[in-house]
């Protein structure tokens, strides 16, 4: 397929790109949109929790954040390998950014990104200690997992079989903050859960973008996304609170 009309409508369809050279230059504009938000929300997380792991309270929970970390940088490699195919400067892209940087805690940045930076605007907050921390990856972990359910669908084929095989890894790492949120809510943390999830919740939804979002359309005729960001985020409020109800009972 050479003519860019031909391969719209076959991926409006419902059709599949193996490889960059079919791409046409909008579509690759977009997919390298979603590959550079991704890893640099990946980076900037791993980084993020970096910092924490020696607050963790016992061994077990250094090794879970340290887990975290090392496959959160994993998973970031995995996606710029395939930005590499589409010409990125994969070398200079993991250089030059301060992927630990934070704003300061009373900011609001909503859901505009800053400029030069592609990460999620929730991963710019700091972090403050570690039931901060576990709150936090307790209510991302679920966007996430969401988030890449529906990535995991898109018409690049390379980009689609790299999210899901992160996608059990995450599911992991939701499950191991989960654990540690019941186990601080066993040692009498609840209201300081209660605070952190005040913080955390309405910066973990901005995550998902405006319910109106002009480019959600142009993405699914691309066929790189197929559920609208208000759908997503009902689903992610529904599991937040099934997930909080669990382990506070």
């Not at 077990?60 to 887990?67: C, F, L």
């Not at 609208?228 to 985020?233: G, I, M, P, R, V």
Request: net charge negative; charged share 30%; with cysteine.
């Amino acid at each position: 397929m050479s003519d860019e009309n031909d391969i719209m409508g076959y991926l409006e369809k419902g059709g599949k790109l193996t490889a960059p050279d079919n791409a046409p230059p909008r579509y690759r504009a977009e997919l390298l949109r979603i590959m550079a938000s991704f890893v640099d929300s990946e980076l900037a997380g791993a980084a993020g929790f970096a910092d924490i792991i020696n607050q963790g309270p016992g061994i077990t929970e250094r090794i879970a954040a340290s887990r975290i970390v090392l496959e959160k940088f994993d998973h970031g490699e995995r996606v710029l390998k395939i930005m590499g195919d589409f010409g990125a400067n994969t070398s200079r892209y993991q250089s030059v950014h301060p992927w630990n940087a934070r704003v300061k805690r009373s900011d609001d940045l909503g859901s505009k990104r800053r400029e030069g930076d592609m990460r999620l605007n929730v991963l710019h907050y700091p972090i403050e200690g570690w039931a901060d921390a576990v709150v936090m990856n307790v209510l991302m972990g679920h966007a996430t997992l969401i988030q890449l359910k529906e990535l995991s669908r898109g018409s690049y084929q390379p980009l689609a079989e790299v999210f899901q095989e992160i996608l059990p890894r995450e599911r992991r790492h939701c499950e191991l903050g989960e654990d540690g949120l019941a186990q601080l809510a066993s040692e009498g943390a609840k209201e300081n859960i209660a605070e952190c999830v005040k913080y955390w919740r309405p910066r973990v939804a901005a995550s998902f973008g405006d319910a109106s979002s002009p480019r959600f359309e142009m993405l699914r005729k691309f066929g790189l996304r197929h559920t609208k960001n208000d759908a997503l985020q009902n689903e992610w409020s529904a599991e937040i609170d099934k997930a909080l109800s669990n382990a506070l009972g």
